[in-house]
T-cell receptor, first 114, second 114 residues
Framework: AQSVTQLGSHVSVSEGALVLLRCNYS??????LFWYVQYPNQGLQLLLK??????LVKGINGFEAEFKKSETSFHLTKPSAHMSDAAEYFCAVSSTEGTYKYIFGTGTRLKVLA | ETGVTQSPTHLIKTRGQQVTLRCSSQ?????VSWYQQALGQGPQFIFQYYREEENGRGNFPPRFSGLQFPNYSSELNVNALELDDSALYLC?????????????FGSGTRLTVV
């Protein structure tokens, strides 16, 4: 069975500050991991993905994440927050075979303060 | 690539009615999945179709059913609507198998059951 835990349902940072959104996973098989962003009343946009290549993954809009197997983590970071980063962020895990269905975390709402 | 499009964008139905939501997947994608996202929660996997056959189902009752068509379109049908079915319904498509790089999501259909 797979599961995802996102610590912190709400995170606030100042504009220009480091963004760190936490994601821990549980999986009995090697996982694929994803971060998606959701703006109000919209669908999910893929930020980045780990599909068993490089453990440090760079995505769109300056975001990156590092897959740490020993810590079962896939935290999302961005060196400098921008006002446009304010949104809901979801971490998801899938298996590397079979249905590839996603198990999502409960989400983290990022607020960027001016 | 034309992305994933869903229709309608919003829908209001009465408890006990039936509803059909539609999705047009990205051309070439062999898999379409449907997710339910209740307010303030992460998306929950409903079911998935691979080459027009259901190949995975989440913890949803049989009154949730679907179809995938050869022209990359798909449907989600919900019978005997309940108030708790009010949610954002997301369609996602992807090319599963070796080289899986994640799903592309549509903007969703907001269903309100009154």
């Amino acid at each position: 069975a797979q599961s995802v835990t996102q610590l912190g349902s709400h995170v606030s940072v100042s504009e220009g500050a480091l963004v760190l959104l936490r994601c821990n996973y549980s999986s009995s098989v090697p996982p694929y991991l994803f971060w998606y962003v959701q703006y109000p009343n919209q669908g999910l946009q893929l930020l980045l993905k780990y599909t068993s290549a490089a453990t440090l993954v760079k995505g769109i809009n300056g975001f990156e994440a590092e897959f740490k197997k020993s810590e079962t983590s896939f935290h999302l970071t961005k060196p400098s927050a921008h006002m446009s980063d304010a949104a809901e962020y979801f971490c998801a895990v899938s298996s590397t075979e079979g249905t590839y269905k996603y198990i999502f975390g409960t989400g983290t709402r990022l607020k960027v303060l001016a | 690539e034309t992305g994933v499009t869903q229709s309608p964008t919003h829908l209001i139905k009465t408890r006990g009615q039936q509803v059909t939501l539609r999705c047009s997947s990205q051309s070439g994608h062999n898999t379409v999945s449907w997710y339910q996202q209740a307010l303030g929660q992460g998306p929950q996997f409903i079911f998935q179709y691979y080459r027009e056959e259901e190949n995975g189902r989440g913890n949803f009752p049989p009154r949730f059913s679907g179809l995938q068509f050869p022209n990359y379109s798909s449907e989600l049908n919900v019978n005997a609507l309940e108030l708790d079915d009010s949610a954002l319904y997301l369609c996602a498509s992807g090319e599963t198998g070796t080289g899986f790089v994640g799903y592309t999501f549509g903007s969703g259909t907001r269903l309100t059951v009154v």
